[in-house]
């Protein structure tokens, strides 16, 4: 299937800084976004780092072009992921002032009619589809634990003052684990990547009304989910990358 992608990065109106990074490659098929964090430039330094590693290890697995089964491509993923892990923590060993850095990742491969997420964190992929939108991924935060066992509801997660604690990340251990999700896609699709800067500002449900009301144009979609996120207040970093299934 044919994909037509954009993606963006805003400061937002609350930061000095932009600690994201994001890798928009329809070439590849390969889609993601890290959240950094650690202050003092070091969450930039994670995020670009996990970026980078997942690039260079997706092109090592030289799939463009062959037909590989979805399987190996989700095996591939989680091993990317988990080698951008393993080189923020080796790089924390030797770096004293990098201590504490860490990053978000979600990452959407795209081969024939099947896409797979890998994720750890709380950056999210959601799916437009028909008009009606669906989030295929779970944060893996203190918040959302609360709200699987019924403690919170997802309002009152959203504004949380310990909305922005992760319970995984890159960095934080050499071990991690990486969630996968498998998806089969449609012609007319949206699916979206973004950072917690977007969902932190904006409920769901506006998310999935400007998506749909700018489904035809990735960039406009993303340009009006940045300025809403910034008009709401914009406390962090705001990343998105939208992807339309074109056929």
């Given at each position: 299937m044919?994909?037509a ?6 400061v ?20 993601a ?7 003092h430039?070091?969450?930039e330094?994670a ?7 997942l690039?260079?290890?997706i092109?090592?697995q030289a799939?463009?072009?062959s037909?590989p089964?979805?399987?190996e491509?989700?095996a591939a993923?989680r091993?990317?992921?988990?080698t ?5 923590c080796?790089s924390v060993?030797?770096r ?5 850095m ?7 491969a795209a081969?024939?009619?099947d896409a797979?997420?890998?994720?750890v964190g709380?950056?999210?992929a959601?799916r ?7 989030r295929l991924?779970?944060?893996h935060?203190w918040?959302n634990?609360?709200?699987k066992?019924g403690?919170?509801t997802d309002?009152?997660?959203q504004?949380?003052?310990?909305r ?10 050499v ?11 449609q012609?007319?699709d ?6 917690d800067?977007?969902n932190?500002?904006l ?5 999935g009304r400007?998506?749909a ?6 960039r406009?979609a993303?340009?009006?989910l940045v300025?809403s ?9 705001t ?5 339309r299934?074109t056929g």
């Amino acid at each position: 299937m044919n994909r037509a992608s954009f993606g963006m990065t805003d400061v937002g109106r609350r930061r000095d800084s932009n600690e994201d990074s994001f890798l928009d490659a329809d070439d590849l098929g390969l889609y993601a976004v890290a959240d950094g964090m650690g202050g003092h430039a070091a969450g930039e330094v994670a995020s670009q780092m996990a970026i980078e590693t997942l690039l260079q290890t997706i092109r090592d697995q030289a799939w463009t072009g062959s037909d590989p089964d979805i399987d190996e491509v989700g095996a591939a993923l989680r091993d990317a992921i988990e080698t951008a892990n393993r080189k923020i923590c080796e790089s924390v060993e030797t770096r004293s002032e990098w201590r504490g850095m860490g990053t978000t990742m979600v990452a959407m491969a795209a081969v024939g009619p099947d896409a797979v997420i890998g994720y750890v964190g709380d950056s999210r992929a959601y799916r437009l589809r028909d008009g009606r939108m669906e989030r295929l991924t779970s944060d893996h935060s203190w918040v959302n634990e609360q709200v699987k066992m019924g403690l919170l509801t997802d309002e009152d997660a959203q504004r949380h003052p310990m909305r922005n604690i992760v319970t995984r990340a890159l960095g934080n251990r050499v071990d991690v684990s990486v969630d996968l999700v498998r998806d089969v896609m449609q012609v007319g699709d949206v699916y979206l990547l973004c950072s917690d800067g977007l969902n932190t500002m904006l409920e769901d449900s506006e998310i999935g009304r400007l998506l749909a009301e700018h489904a035809d144009d990735p960039r406009r979609a993303c340009e009006a989910l940045v300025d809403s996120a910034n008009e709401q207040g914009g406390e962090d970093n705001t990343t998105v990358i939208a992807v339309r299934v074109t056929g």
